[in-house]
């Protein structure tokens, strides 16, 4: 054998090796067809039914709740009629805190701690508001990370609007295609939702909670990262 046939096979030898263990949202030794490419930035990523989870008497709370569209998908989001305890993709915040802050005028104001919001999908949905849990339940499949943010109410109606940023993703399959939301939504996603001030039944830790509903959007990269398609 040739010295040039020699460092050929000296080389792939090194190099197919490191390949193998590359992270798999690096480099992929079989291709996988995603259903989905990048949502266009202010583009509606999903919509969602959610409810906050307090304890007035320490301020920590936690955010659970399920999915109600998701772009890319075609059919329903639900093992049946669309309720909480049929939904597929279900989303839950860690222990969260708020903080409360002087009023302005008849606004009540609160600071929410930073923290995270993870995406579950479910293959057998179970969700049940007496028990904020079921919503963690199944793969996880996107964890989302927040900053402190403003929570203001006015009278019967609050609104939150925050961004987050993408963590880390578990590629899912659902309709028979596969999705990531590191493809989906790699620069993350901005809520934009609406709470009712009125309190309904909590559980033992949180004896409150507070019926919402909303949407999150996609965030756009730097248009040096877009490429040139972006301009």
Do not use: C
Not at 26 to 37: D, G, H, I, K, S
Not at 174 to 183: A, I, S, V
Not at 197 to 203: D, H, Q, Y
């Amino acid at each position: 054998m040739t010295l040039k046939g020699l460092i050929i096979r000296a080389s792939a030898g090194v190099v197919f090796p490191l390949l193998a263990l590359t992270p798999n949202n690096l480099v992929r030794l079989t291709p996988v067809a995603f259903a989905q490419e990048r949502i266009p930035a202010a583009e509606v990523v999903w919509q969602h039914v959610g409810r906050i989870y307090l304890n007035p008497d320490t301020g920590k709370a936690v955010y659970a709740g399920y999915v109600v569209h998701l772009n890319g998908t075609t059919s329903s989001l639900f093992n049946g009629s669309p309720s909480e305890a049929t939904a597929y993709f279900t989303f839950s915040t860690d222990v969260l805190t708020l903080t409360p802050m002087p009023n302005d005028g008849d606004v009540a104001l609160d600071l929410v701690s930073a923290g995270t919001f993870s995406v579950y999908y479910n293959t057998s949905p179970n969700g049940d508001w007496s028990n904020p849990a079921t919503f963690s339940s199944g793969k996880l499949i996107a964890t989302f990370s927040r900053k402190e943010s403003l929570f203001p109410q006015i009278g019967p109606v609050s609104f939150h609007s925050l961004s987050e940023t993408l963590l880390s993703s578990q590629s899912f399959t659902f309709e028979g295609k596969t999705f990531d939301f590191n493809r989906i939504v790699p620069s993350g996603i901005t809520f934009a939702q609406f709470f009712s001030t009125t309190p309904l039944a909590g559980i033992t830790d949180y004896p409150v909670a507070f019926a919402g509903a909303g949407t999150t959007m996609a965030i756009g990269g730097s248009l040096s990262a877009l490429g040139p398609e972006a301009k």
